[in-house]
């Protein structure tokens, strides 16, 4: 076996761990927290369903998808961050850095630095790739909460300019799916799942 390759099936090992890092969202069923492993599967299949209504012609689903895959795999060490977490978000850069250095070390130089490169851009949100996958990345929550009866919402006490806060990547990168996001929180107002 080449250095390459023992290198590369340590990696995928060890990424097994993601299956393990369970979220805020439950699934739809209600019947157990969705996982990040099936949170990064469910962003793929959505970067692809919804990829007509990215706003920028120039965005490339093949690096959306990558993103998608690669974006939460440092939660292995530095565990979920919920999206509403202010005191969490205060720590979430250095732990996630530190995370990425271990993690994508793990890989061949070439083939970490791509990974870890697709991670950081993810995290920056400044080109058209990674805006129109922070805006897939942040719908898929607020979708399946909303279908799941704003379980995370509730629990939490969420307000709603809390949420619109964190949907405005939908609104820069798919402008045609605002009106529905702008339901689904008027909905989700009346039905006490968000606070107003």
């Known amino acids: 076996m080449t250095d390459k390759l023992k290198k590369q099936l340590e990696f995928l090992i060890e990424i097994d761990k993601m299956k393990n890092i369970f979220r805020q969202s439950l699934i ?4 157990r927290r969705e996982n990040d492993a099936e949170h990064s599967w469910h962003f793929a299949v959505m970067a692809m369903t919804l990829f007509e209504y990215s706003k920028d012609a ?3 689903l093949d690096r959306v998808i990558k993103m998608a895959l690669v ?5 292995i060490y530095a565990g979920d961050t919920f999206a509403y977490d202010t005191a969490g978000y205060e720590s979430k850069e250095a732990r996630e850095k530190e995370s990425a250095d271990k993690l994508f070390g793990l890989l061949p130089a070439e083939q970490g630095a791509e990974y870890r490169e697709l991670w950081e851009e993810f995290d920056g949100m400044e080109t058209p790739d990674s805006l129109y996958a922070a805006a897939i990345d942040r719908f898929q929550p607020f979708l399946i ?4 009866d704003g379980h995370t919402w509730a629990l939490h ?3 709603s300019d809390k949420v619109y ?3 405005e990547a939908v609104k820069l990168a798919m402008p045609e799916l605002w009106d529905f996001v702008e339901f689904v929180i008027r909905d989700s107002i009346e039905k006490g799942y968000i606070i107003e």
């Open 58 to 60: 120039n965005v490339s």
């Open 145 to 148: 909460n909303y279908k799941a």
């Open 71 to 75: 974006h939460d795999l440092v939660e």
């Open 165 to 167: 806060k964190r949907m």
């Open 157 to 159: 006490k969420v307000t």
């Open 28 to 31: 739809i069923d209600k019947s």
